[in-house]
Structure formats: structure tokens, C-alpha cells
């Protein structure tokens, strides 16, 4: 028997498969960063998602990682769809925003706290080394911001920046997500929490697999 919030997601796919059949692919994948390559009954998409490549079958949407047995679960298929139904023709703001600034996002902080900022800092609060580490593993570019500022591809027009304190004798570590102004224009506010959440999944996952060594 399939749980609600499942047969949620679901329907929330069926609702963005139905919507990008209703667009113009070449121009969606051409200002998402993705690759169309036609076929006579469809066509294969080739989407950057993180450091992998998704590749998503036009009209079934199977949804694969060429070379990888691992699953895309229901949440990032929705996310990606969303993204390519909603990316739009605009360059990168260059302006970091918090979930604060998002649509709502007020409202919402204190889960988005709870959900993807928190786990980190549990983790790495006390552990910088690891935390770039890790951050590199996913590909992240080092930046100027904080003790370590890292920032991550998700999407090609969907760049999130992390920023990590160390803390000192007077105030505690500390860790935040920003995101590029723009992911305003593609998402909705929950698909944003989503990223967030991803990117925390994706770090804690690869801590784990090298807690041995990074704990030493």
C-alpha cells in the first residue's frame, strides 16, 4: 500500500510530466543547460544534476543515471521536471539569498533550520576539515565567504553556496545555505526546501562513507 505523502509525489509528477509535454523541449533544455537530442517518437534529455548526468526519456520519462544502478528518487524527479518547466532565459543575479528571502520563506525558516542546515552543523560543527573535504567530493568550488565557503552546481543555473564558521570562544560553529536571486524565478518555495535537503542528504551520505578516515 503506497503512503500518502508517496502518492503526493505521484501526483505532483504526473502534474509536471503533463506540463513539460506541453512545452517547447529544444528551448526549455537549451536555457536549462540540458542536451535534446530527438528521436522520432520523442527524444532523450542529458540534465547536470550534481555531479551526475540524468537522463530522462521523452514522452515515458524514465528517468536514469547512464553507468549507475542508483535510483532518482520521486522527489528529485519533481525537482527536475519543475526546473525544466520553470528555468528561464536570465543570466545568474550573482546575489546570494537565504531561504529567509524566498517567497514565504520567513514562515518556513525554522523547518528549513531543522531539516538541512541542522544535520550539518550536528555533524560538522566541530569537524571544518571534513566539511571541505566533503564539500569538494561534491564537486565545490572554494569561495571567499566565511572559514570555508564551498559552492555547488545542483542544476546548471541552480548554484547554492555554503558557508561555514568555525566558532570561537565567544559564539559556537555556525552554517548557512544561500542560493543565486534567481532561483526565485524557477522554483517554488517548497522546491527550494527540497535543494536544501538534497544538498544535506548528499553531504551527510559521503561523511558516512568516509567517517573512518575524516575522524581520524
Known amino acids: 500500500m503506497k503512503s500518502s505523502r508517496e502518492e503526493e509525489y505521484r501526483k505532483a509528477l504526473e502534474l509536471a510530466k503533463s506540463s513539460f509535454l506541453r512545452r517547447d523541449f529544444t528551448k526549455q533544455c537549451r536555457i536549462g543547460g540540458a542536451e535534446w537530442a530527438p528521436r522520432c517518437s520523442g527524444g532523450i534529455i542529458h540534465l547536470p544534476f550534481f555531479q551526475d548526468v540524468c537522463q530522462i526519456t521523452i514522452p515515458d520519462f524514465d528517468f536514469s543515471l547512464p553507468g549507475s544502478q542508483k535510483p532518482i528518487s520521486l522527489s528529485n524527479q519533481i525537482l527536475i521536471l519543475h526546473y525544466l518547466n520553470g528555468v ?26 531543522q531539516r538541512s542546515i541542522a544535520p550539518l552543523l550536528q555533524i560538522f560543527g566541530q569537524k571544518p576539515r571534513a566539511f571541505r573535504f566533503v564539500a569538494e567530493s561534491l564537486g565545490g568550488q572554494p569561495i571567499e565567504m566565511g572559514d570555508i565557503g564551498t559552492r555547488l552546481q545542483v542544476l546548471p543555473k541552480v548554484p547554492v553556496t555554503l558557508i561555514y564558521w568555525e566558532g570561537d570562544d565567544e559564539f559556537p560553529p555556525d552554517l548557512n545555505i544561500l542560493f543565486d536571486a534567481t532561483i526565485k524565478e524557477f522554483f517554488s518555495t517548497e522546491d527550494i526546501a527540497v535543494i536544501g535537503q538534497e544538498v544535506m542528504i548528499r553531504m ?7 567517517k573512518n578516515r575524516l575522524d581520524r
Do not use: H, Q
Open 88 to 113: 528561464k532565459d536570465i543570466p545568474l543575479a550573482e546575489e546570494n539569498i537565504s531561504f529567509r528571502e524566498v517567497p514565504c520563506g520567513e514562515f518556513y525558516y525554522a523547518a528549513f533550520v
Open 204 to 210: 551527510t551520505k559521503l561523511y558516512f562513507k568516509y
